[in-house]
């Protein structure tokens, strides 16, 4: 039973097209986060949400759209895709929002892009 | 100047050796941190959380010093296994995120 799963693991599309990536977690956690990582391997938070809400938008393109329906999914959507986002990305969760102390983030698995 | 800063590496050790990795925070407010694992293609995964007091969990040892801002990890009777990278994570409640540093990468060879 996968506890953070994204949906597709790869994709590769060419430049200006629109793509979705889809998260989902089990975990009964409240709060969901997209993370980039670059070629260099640098993991930078994109966007945070809380029970559905949006708490973090880390000054992303507005290209990136995230949309939670209900607070066990997240989905991301791309518009106008460029040669600059190829990278990893990963969907995470936690428990309660990051208020609590100690709180552990668990991961999907990543969905490597690659524009072309 | 990043928030969390380590070294990249990579430390080259043998197998049996002892390693320690070092990081740095810049945000005073921080409340938690946090060592993740990373192995290569694959998500992070919490290794351990690190608490003012320092905790060991078997080879492993976290230090925290608030008045530095300043993280460690030892490892401790290095294995092939451990090779990875090591990410240094501070929680940022006040603005509520997970902060990553940019990894540390682990070669143990035989």
């Known amino acids: 039973d996968t506890a953070v799963s994204q949906t597709p693991k790869y994709l590769v599309t060419q430049m200006g097209n629109d793509k979705s990536i889809k998260c989902e977690q089990n975990l009964g956690h409240d709060t969901m986060y997209w993370y980039k990582q670059d070629s260099k391997k640098f993991l930078k938070i994109m966007f945070s949400?809380?029970?559905?809400?949006?708490?973090i938008n880390e000054t992303v393109p507005n290209r990136f759209s995230p949309k939670s329906p209900d607070k066990a999914h997240l989905n991301l959507h791309i518009n106008s895709l460029e040669l600059g986002d190829s990278a990893v990305y990963f969907c995470?969760?936690?428990?309660?929002?990051?208020?609590?102390?100690?709180?552990?983030?668990?991961f999907g698995q990543g969905t490597r892009l690659t524009v072309v | 100047r990043k928030e969390v800063e380590q070294d990249p590496g990579p430390f080259n050790v043998p197998e049996g050796a002892t390693v320690a990795f070092n990081c740095t925070y810049s945000?005073?407010?921080?409340?938690?941190f946090f060592w993740y694992r990373q192995d290569c293609r694959k998500e992070p995964k919490l290794l351990m959380s690190v608490y003012s007091s320092g905790n060991e969990d078997g080879r492993f040892t976290a230090q925290l010093n608030r008045a530095s801002q300043y993280i460690s990890l030892l490892i401790r009777d290095s294995k092939l296994s451990d090779s990875a990278t090591y990410l240094c994570v501070v929680l940022n409640t006040g603005f509520q995120k997970l902060v990553f540093g940019t990894g540390t990468r682990l070669l143990v060879s035989p």
């Open positions: 995470a969760s936690s428990q309660d929002t990051l208020g609590r102390v100690s709180t552990e983030a668990f």
């Open positions: 945000n005073s407010a921080s409340q938690s």
């Open positions: 949400y809380n029970n559905k809400e949006l708490i």
